[in-house]
């Protein structure tokens, strides 16, 4: 497709088009007109970005939970907190989550900052970064003894990814011992169907405060709500 595009175009007129979006991004001129422009001669995604690099540079930010830190403190925090030490205490260790980023997701923001906050709950975290194969993620949640694996979904493949992943679990005989939910872009309908496949619990962007995020996954891997109440009172 994309040959058969290129041999159909113009160069000229993608050459031309190119140029006049470079001398607009030097100069600080609209570039949607000549994005347009651009998109009608033929340019991809790829020269297009490519010129706005030659301009701009790229930005890369850093990616990673070392060190990173969310404004997390109060009651409810201290709460969750308590229904970690809990099960820390009747378990030997403490609970770990596998934060799983699968598949071509960029972006990593979201996934991060629930590791951030689970690390402020008490969980030990494990995470290996964006664009993970399933594989992956289930080699390492058996690996690192995984309490609860939890994916980051946000490509509209939730479905696909967690069928594959409990598949995978299943197949090297690590289900049902690791529990795993889900967070991401899930439409309402989607969610009775990802808990028919043996999610066990599922998050959007409806769920936004982080501590009861990570609440409901302690209920998941069954934290005692006695502690919690304690830590309450």
């Known amino acids: ?18 140029r006049a979006l470079r001398d607009a991004a030097k100069t ?16 991809t995604t790829g020269e297009w970005s490519d010129a706005l690099r030659e301009v701009f540079g790229e930005y890369r930010p850093a990616t990673g939970v070392e060190g990173q830190r969310l404004p997390l403190e109060g009651g409810k925090v201290d709460a969750v907190r308590a229904r970690a030490d809990a099960w820390a205490a009747a378990h030997g260790v403490r609970p770990r989550i596998v934060v799983g980023k699968p598949g071509l997701d960029g972006h990593s923001n979201g996934s991060e900052m ?20 399933v594989p992956e993620i289930v080699q390492s949640a058996i690996e690192e003894d995984a309490s609860v ?3 980051s979904v946000l490509s509209g493949s939730h479905l696909e990814i967690a069928r594959m992943v409990l598949d995978e679990l299943a197949k090297q005989g690590a289900e049902p011992g690791i529990p795993v939910v889900l967070g991401g872009i899930v439409p309402d ?3 009775p169907k990802l808990r028919a496949l043996g999610i066990r619990d599922v998050f959007t962007p409806k769920d936004f405060d982080l501590m009861t995020v990570m609440d409901r996954i302690l209920d998941v891997i069954g ?10 009172a």
């Open 1 to 18: 497709m994309l040959r058969a595009t290129k041999a159909k175009r113009s160069q000229a007129e993608v050459d031309r088009t190119l």
């Open 28 to 43: 600080g001129t609209n570039l949607m007109p000549l994005s347009i422009a651009c998109a009608k001669a033929g340019v």
């Open 114 to 133: 629930i590791a951030v906050a689970a690390k402020h709950a008490g969980f030990d975290v494990v995470y290996g970064g964006i664009r993970l194969s």
């Open 149 to 151: 694996v939890g994916l």
């Open 189 to 191: 309908d989607d969610v």
């Open 223 to 232: 934290a005692p709500r006695e502690a919690q109440h304690a830590a309450s």
